[in-house]
């Protein structure tokens, strides 16, 4: 499955790379990945604060709660770090979920599907990149109890942690929500594409999709 969806991958080649070296020459460096990931963050911040105050004036009524909801994630190298998020689920009433098991839809109020579709919900993870615990384009981190289990059970899925993990990444513009082993293997290849081919250019090509999903609900 994962040979299977990297070769689809390749077959679209959407950067239009023409061979290896064209993509060899487009690789960005570490200090450009940062300096785009820092500058693009600190542009965000505004945004981050004013949503803020919009959703701490209207979850009480739309979504009684705490405004933020914090994450033990997988990172860089394998390295748990806590990810910061907009709440949107209501407290969950029995277990916690497991890694194969469905996302609970019915515990997500309408404003909380809309933070989810526009991807608002993710806005305070600038902050994570800002901390240095992820990057802007990358593989999404998952959380860290499942993804210890997805090491142990998904081929190639610990490839996935030898870069940051990103606030959005080609896995969520093409791939889309996935749950169960075989779409974890999906995500996988995706991932695994990305960091063989990244570069500034499929940054921001990534980066335009999202704003396609976001936007035009266009993407998958």
């Not at 407290?91 to 997500?108: K, N, S």
């Not at 570069?199 to 396609?212: A, K």
């Amino acid at each position: 499955m994962v040979l299977e969806l990297q070769r689809e991958l390749s077959t679209y080649d959407p950067m239009g790379f023409e061979d290896e070296s064209d993509c060899l020459e487009a690789r960005s460096t570490p200090v450009v990945k940062t300096l785009f990931d820092v500058v693009v963050s600190v542009l965000l911040l505004p945004a981050l604060v004013l949503v803020a105050l919009i959703l701490k004036g209207i979850n009480p009524f739309c979504n009684r709660g705490p405004l933020m909801h914090y994450q033990m994630r997988m990172g860089h190298a394998g390295k748990p770090f806590v990810a910061f998020k907009f709440r949107t689920m209501r407290p969950a009433c029995g277990l916690a979920r497991g890694a194969y098991d469905a996302l609970e839809t019915d515990r997500i109020p309408r404003l909380g599907r809309v933070l989810r579709m526009l991807r608002i919900d993710e806005l305070p993870q600038v902050l994570n990149v800002l901390r240095a615990e992820m990057s802007l384009i990358g593989p999404r981190p998952d959380l860290f109890d499942h993804a210890r289990v997805y090491v142990e059970t998904v081929p190639d899925y610990a490839g996935r942690h030898q870069v940051m993990p990103g606030v959005t990444g080609l896995a969520q513009t093409e791939v889309g929500y996935v749950d169960g082993i075989e779409g974890i293997k999906r995500k996988v290849a995706a991932d695994l594409y990305y960091i063989t081919h990244a570069s500034l250019r499929f940054d921001l090509w990534i980066t335009w999709r999202t704003l396609c999903v976001i936007i035009g609900r266009k993407g998958r």
